[in-house]
């Protein structure tokens, strides 16, 4: 059972910068496409960003495009969401994904952290 734990989460001014970072255990890292989801209160899950199991490529969704960097370290089995100019809307739960589909099939992500909570300030 893949096992994915997110840390990094906060309160933050609006412009201001947070980086998460999802810890990924039980499973073959570089084999995995990673993901980064996000969850406000009384909306539907949005896919924010996703990266390919070499790192080498990596997908956005349109709202944080510009803003948001996704990354990975395989030696670490780590992934990072590095998120600059945060905006109070961006305020939700984000949740790290994993699949063995390819990073741009949003879908096919099945594996779930459960989630760190992102709160910007106007």
């Known amino acids: 059972q893949v096992q994915l734990v997110e840390s990094g989460g906060g309160l933050v001014q609006a412009g201001g910068s947070l980086r998460l970072s999802c810890a990924a255990s039980r499973l073959t890292f570089s084999h995995y496409s990673m993901g980064w989801f996000r969850q406000a209160p009384g909306e539907e899950r949005e896919f924010v960003a996703a990266?390919?199991?070499?790192?080498?490529?990596?997908y956005y969704g349109d709202s944080v495009k510009g803003r948001f960097t996704i990354s990975r370290d395989n030696a670490k089995n780590t992934v990072y969401l590095q998120m600059n100019s945060l905006k109070p809307e961006d305020t939700a739960l984000y949740y790290c994904?994993?699949?063995?589909?390819?990073?741009?099939?949003?879908?096919?992500?099945?594996?779930w952290g459960q989630g760190t909570q992102v709160t910007v300030s106007s």
């Open positions: 990266i390919s199991p070499s790192g080498a490529n990596t």
């Open positions: 994904a994993a699949t063995l589909r390819a990073y741009y099939y949003t879908p096919g992500f099945n594996s």
